[in-house]
């Protein structure tokens, strides 16, 4: 069997390189994390945040819906909808928007408020700027000729964001918006989950997320105990543009 040996002079040299480099790294790091949070610390809440809900003391709140895919659940909710007269707001993704004409024509005839949910379903932090307005962008192209109208609003895939990416969206003309109440039905939890997680969190100028999607399966069916329980609450429904001039946009973490 045959040894190697390696002289001391190199293993130290070795070593020592190695341990630079775990040093520089470890500092790299240190100062673009740290460096991050000490920028965005500095910038308006507007830019450091996500619109969340509204400021105000009146029953109003916004029903929002996110669609990526399918053809089922989507038309199910809009019928539902529209059906009672109801006000919504759908943040439509480019893709599904592109292959629906039909249905947001139906949409914007109901007069239903739509909004971009962006194009590829990736977190927008891990983008570079240029990429999320990119993103931004080429849903921004098919909603405006499909229904005529210049969308304003983004909700970033799952809810990803950081001040980078609502700058970026900003620097489009787009407002990043999340939500004040998750209905958990993107979880398919149970009708009587769903239906709870709304009633129980609503709160006056609330933005609340649901889904419309085909992968969510419950969605229909606790859509219309939502709306008449909140209808016995005292609620109105708008859509996001109506329910900011009820109060001030209140953007937080």
Same mark, same amino acid.
Request: hydrophobic share 40%; aromatic share 10%; charged share 15%.
């Given at each position: 069997?045959? %040894?190697?040996?390696?002289?001391?002079? @190199?293993?130290?040299?070795?070593?020592?390189? #190695? /341990?630079?480099? &775990?040093?520089?790294?470890v500092a790299w790091h240190w100062g673009t994390?740290?460096?991050?949070?000490?920028?965005?610390?500095?910038?308006?809440?507007?830019?450091?945040?996500?619109?969340?809900?509204?400021?105000?003391?009146?029953?109003?709140?916004?029903?929002?819906?996110?669609?990526?895919?399918?053809?089922?659940?989507?038309?199910?909710?809009?019928?539902?909808?529209?059906?009672?007269?109801?006000?919504?707001?759908?943040?439509?993704?480019?893709?599904?928007?592109?292959?629906?004409?039909?249905?947001?024509?139906?949409?914007?005839?109901?007069? %239903?408020?739509?909004?971009?949910?962006? @194009?590829?379903?990736?977190?927008?932090?891990? #983008? /570079?700027?240029? &990429?999320?307005?990119?993103?931004?962008?080429?849903?921004?192209?098919?909603?405006?000729?499909?229904?005529?109208?210049?969308?304003?609003?983004?909700?970033?895939?799952?809810?990803?964001?950081?001040?980078?990416?609502?700058?970026?969206?900003?620097?489009?003309?787009?407002?990043t918006v999340t939500w004040g109440t998750d209905?958990?039905?993107?979880?398919?939890?149970?009708?009587?989950?769903?239906?709870?997680?709304?009633?129980?969190?609503?709160?006056?100028?609330?933005?609340?997320?649901?889904?419309?999607?085909?992968?969510?399966?419950?969605?229909?069916?606790?859509?219309?105990?939502?709306?008449?329980?909140?209808?016995a609450k005292g609620y109105r429904l708008v859509?996001?543009?109506?329910?900011?001039?009820?109060?001030?946009?209140?953007?937080?973490?």
């Amino acid at each position: 069997m045959r %040894f190697f040996t390696i002289p001391y002079r @190199w293993f130290f040299r070795i070593t020592i390189s #190695l /341990a630079a480099l &775990a040093l520089t790294l470890v500092a790299w790091h240190w100062g673009t994390t740290h460096g991050y949070r000490s920028w965005a610390a500095t910038l308006p809440v507007q830019d450091r945040y996500s619109l969340r809900d509204v400021n105000t003391t009146q029953k109003v709140a916004a029903l929002t819906f996110d669609i990526s895919w399918g053809t089922v659940m989507p038309a199910k909710v809009v019928h539902i909808l529209a059906e009672d007269h109801v006000p919504a707001t759908f943040f439509l993704s480019g893709p599904w928007a592109k292959q629906n004409s039909t249905l947001i024509h139906e949409m914007v005839r109901d007069g %239903f408020e739509i909004e971009s949910h962006g @194009w590829a379903h990736v977190n927008y932090s891990t #983008l /570079a700027d240029s &990429a999320i307005e990119a993103n931004i962008m080429k849903t921004n192209e098919v909603l405006k000729s499909l229904t005529g109208q210049q969308a304003t609003f983004i909700r970033p895939p799952n809810g990803d964001f950081n001040a980078r990416s609502i700058l970026a969206a900003r620097s489009v003309g787009y407002t990043t918006v999340t939500w004040g109440t998750d209905s958990l039905d993107w979880m398919n939890p149970g009708v009587a989950t769903i239906i709870s997680r709304v009633l129980t969190r609503i709160h006056p100028g609330d933005i609340v997320l649901l889904h419309a999607s085909d992968t969510c399966k419950q969605t229909d069916l606790a859509l219309p105990t939502i709306l008449r329980q909140l209808s016995a609450k005292g609620y109105r429904l708008v859509t996001l543009k109506q329910l900011l001039t009820y109060g001030t946009p209140n953007y937080r973490g």
